[in-house]
Each structure stands twice: as C-alpha cells, then as structure tokens.
C-alpha cells in the first residue's frame, strides 16, 4: 500500500500540529483520500511534545470534519501512549520514528466472543478481534490478551490482508472508520509492558477525556452542518429551530472546559497522585458529552426533518456517524461508578470540583 509522506509540519508544537489539522480539513473537502489525511495528522501529533490542548482540540477540530478519521487518530494517540509507557527503550523508539514518518497505530480491545485472543508462550496469537478500527489502513496495533486473570497487550502487524474482514461491520455509522474483524490465529506479537499494566489508571479509564473530545467535535460538526442547511432554506432565524437548537449549542460551549479539565487531571500530576479520582472526573466528562451528543441528534432531527435522513443529506450523514461512536463500552457500569464516588462521600460534591492544590 503507498504510504502518503506527511506534511513538513513543525511537528511538537502547538502552530504543526495544529497547522496539520487546518491544512488536512482543508484537503478532504477538496477531495484528498482520507488515508492521506489521516497520515498527515498521525506524523504531527506523534511527538511527546506536543501539548495537550493542542492535541484535545487536534481531536476536536478532526472530528468535526470526520468522525471516522477522528476514531483512527484517538487510536493512534492512545497507541503512541502505551508504547512510551510500557514498551522497552528500543521498541518505544522504533515505534516513534516510525509514527513520525506517517505510519498509523490502533488499540483493539474487544473479542469476537466465541474466539477470544489468547497467546502461546512464545507470543503466538490465536483468536480474532472485533470492531478492529482501521483495517487497511492501520499498520500495527496492540491487542489485548487475557493472561493469568489480567490482560497483556501485544504489538502486532496488522498488513495481512487475508486477516481483515470488514463485511463484519454491519453498522449504519463510521463505514468509513474501515472496522471489522481481524483474524490474529497464527500471528507472532511482541509483548508490551506487564500483564495487568493496560488497566492501570489514571490512562486507562482515565484516557477517555480523548473519547469526550472526538465527542465534541462531533456534535459541532452537526450543528455547524445542521445550521448550514437551515441558512440555505432561509431559515435560520426562525424561532422553533432556535429554541432547539440553542440549549445544546450552549452545553456543547459550556462542555469543551471540562473536557480540557478532564485532559489536564488525567495526563499531570494530578493524574499520579490521585489516579482513580483523574479516571472519575475522565468518565465524567465523557458521560457528559455522551448524552449532549445524544441531544443533539435529537435537536437536528426536529429541525431539519424528513429530509435528514436521505443518503446525501450532510447533517444526516453525520448524525448517523455521531450516533454510532457515542455507543462506547460499559457505560452503564462506568456511571454507577463516578456516582458512587461522587456523591458517596461525607466530604461533598465540592471535591470533584475543585482541583486540589
């Protein structure tokens, strides 16, 4: 497969990285392949230096374009995280010299449930993954792999055609995130870190604040989308699409600060000292943008009706786009949780909302 060179970016800084966004919004509007795109923004968000409000609203900005290349990034930058976490020194540099020249990385967690991912001794895999996100395109991924009661990730190349089934995906969002299922009978992995280290908080749970973001970004996107059709039927202006529409645009403005909150807490200091509290106030944040989405979707179907769900239709392309990447894992389990430790404390709701010094 050709590999697209990346953009000659300043790369770890907040004007390359964002720069690299601006210009690959621009070039898929013009018609540029997605998998261009996403190399481009993979190359510039890969430094460890880049800083986090860069890379949230690099997440934001993306998805509001395209959600199915948003979900592709988030994989990648969640990749590039556990590599420099748990990989050796040499790999964790192969890794990065290799992200820098545009390669694109995943994280594929779920198993097909009557074919879990297990591993020999010697790092062969056998089993397949489901909801494998990029095939194709991704050029390596680590797996989970249930060792011993926990998990163990491991890197694995996923170039083989023959693995990839993307006739599995059977969604009527994100077709274009290319997901599906990945055969890993047979492959060789390299194992990554500990068994049990893939869980650990604050950047397990806790890294969900980048899920929020692609959230975000969505529900941006089909309010900028929504509010496009609504100027071109003459519309805008009318009162019953503003009272519907306004609420979660003011709660979409109001929701991007926790989310920061949310990054800032889980990637510090904050974030060592107190991991469990940073993956709450992550899942919080991401719960929040959950239900706006959700809302949302609501609003921009009452407003611009029948015809938003017409093939073609920009806002219901996206909707259905948004509608599919909200539904994220146990999320009814994540939000007893963050009540239970939220509201369960003598010491008040005032804890979580505050940052200690």
């Known amino acids: 497969m050709k590999r697209a060179a990346p953009h000659t970016v300043s790369r770890g800084s907040p004007i390359g990285a964002g720069s690299a966004t601006v210009i690959g919004m621009r070039e898929l509007r013009a018609g540029a392949p997605r998998e261009d795109v996403l190399r481009q923004l993979t190359a510039a968000v890969s430094s460890d230096n880049v800083p986090l409000s860069t890379l949230a609203q690099v997440l934001r900005d993306t998805a509001s374009e395209d959600l199915s290349i948003a979900r592709l990034l988030e994989g990648h930058i969640n990749a590039l995280k556990l590599v420099r976490l748990y990989a050796d020194r040499k790999l964790r540099f192969q890794i990065e010299a290799e992200a820098a020249n545009g390669s694109v990385f995943g994280v594929w967690g779920a198993d097909v449930p009557t074919d879990a991912v297990s591993a020999t001794a010697d790092g062969i895999l056998s089993g397949t993954k489901r909801f494998a996100s990029g095939l194709g395109i991704v050029d390596k991924a680590l797996v989970t792999v249930a060792a011993n009661g926990g998990q163990q990730l491991y890197l694995v190349d996923t170039s083989h055609g023959e693995r990839q089934n993307q006739h599995s995906w059977h969604m009527v969002g994100m077709q274009a995130s290319r997901s599906g ?177």
């Open 181 to 357: 299922n990945f055969v890993c009978t047979g492959l060789p992995g390299a194992p990554i870190g500990d068994i049990g280290d893939y869980g650990k908080e604050p950047h397990f749970v806790g890294g969900t604040w980048r899920i929020a973001a692609v959230c975000v970004g969505g529900i941006v996107g089909l309010l900028d989308r929504c509010s496009a059709v609504l100027r071109e039927r003459g519309q805008i202006d009318a009162e019953g699409h503003l009272f519907r529409l306004t609420p979660v645009t003011l709660r979409a403005v109001a929701a991007w600060p926790a989310v920061l909150r949310a990054a800032r807490i889980a990637e510090g200091p904050l974030g060592v000292r107190s991991p469990n509290r940073a993956a709450k106030i992550s899942i919080a944040a991401r719960l929040l943008t959950e239900e706006l989405g959700q809302d949302t979707i609501v609003a921009a179907e009452q407003s611009v009706g029948l015809a938003m769900f017409a093939d073609d239709n920009i806002a219901g392309c996206h909707a259905r786009d948004l509608a599919c990447y909200l539904r994220q894992a146990a999320r009814d389990e994540f939000m007893l949780g963050a009540g239970k430790a939220m509201l369960g404390q003598p010491v008040g709701l005032a804890g979580w909302i505050d940052d200690p010094c």
